[in-house]
């Protein structure tokens, strides 16, 4: 079942058909076994008018998030280690990398608050003091108030690797700017936990023509996702749920950096496709 947060309200996609929801979406989510009670409103629902299907709904898309934070895990898959060491070789970083990858607790960091994150077909942004952009494609969960993860989507955890790269201590610069985020299309909510042989698959294009391309099973993933769950909320509470981007296995080659009008397709089996452009934040 897929959840969508639209300019006209909540929608349940459920076996092909669209029901709207009334619930605001906070409310909507955190909860227990939110599959049932989906399955359950699906079965006594009011199916949408027609007329508002599929594309209409790609139109009105928002992100799946109300008032939750965004959160991520980093360093999770030997690429992004492997990665990351390369980039901060010179600044004397990489061992931190590579401890992170072999701790017991893994690197989390705080990602977005909601205004920031991006929808589906919209914009995000690179940074102008950066050379070196690139999007992170991730497997991203929600897990409610109690912790349990209930649903998955699609994220984007933008990073600038030259500033994170030049000293550890800059990465919430590298990773936390306007439309530094993006989540979608939906909330998939499946019975049971999304399967780990479900594929990651990124493409980029720039000019009409596919400048990368890349794939990987989440299986590839060193940590369990109740694992990185369960860390995230060992001290904290989170009393609409929280979003946690689960790190990334697809890195371009070192000298790939993103242009504006380039355009990122991410997709997760099962979740979908998140479709994003890319720009410069707007000059005031
Ligand atoms: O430590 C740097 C960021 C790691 C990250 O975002 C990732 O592995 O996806
Ligand atoms: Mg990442």
Known sequence: MKLFRTKQGNVLEAAGKYYHLDQPWDELVNRDNL?????KTAAS??????????????????????????????VTYLRSRNARMEESQESGG????????????????????PHRVAAHGEHVYIRRDS????????????????????GYTVGNDMSS????????????????????AALGPCLYVPKESIPLSSMIRMTITREGKKVYEGEVPVSQMKRGLTELAGWLYRETDFVNGCFLMTGTCLVPPNEFTLQ????????????????????????K
């Open 35 to 39: 599959f049932a009670y989906l399955e």
């Open 131 to 150: 050379k070196w952009n690139v999007p992170e494609p991730e497997l991203t969960l929600f897990i409610n108030s109690k912790g349990a993860i209930q």
């Open 94 to 113: 990489a061992t931190f990398y590579d401890k992170v990858y072999e701790a017991d607790r893994p690197e989390l960091f705080f990602k977005s608050l």
């Open 260 to 283: 504006e009008k380039d355009r990122v397709d991410i997709s997760i089996d099962g979740v979908g496709i998140l479709t994003n452009y890319i720009l410069y934040k707007p000059v």
């Open 45 to 74: 629902g009011k199916e949408m008018p027609a007329g508002q299907d599929k594309d209409w709904l790609e139109r009105s898309i928002l992100p799946p998030i109300g008032s939750q934070e965004v959160w991520a895990a980093g």
């Open 161 to 180: 690797r030259d500033i994170e790269g030049e000293n550890p201590l800059y990465l919430p610069q590298a990773k936390v700017y306007e439309r530094s």
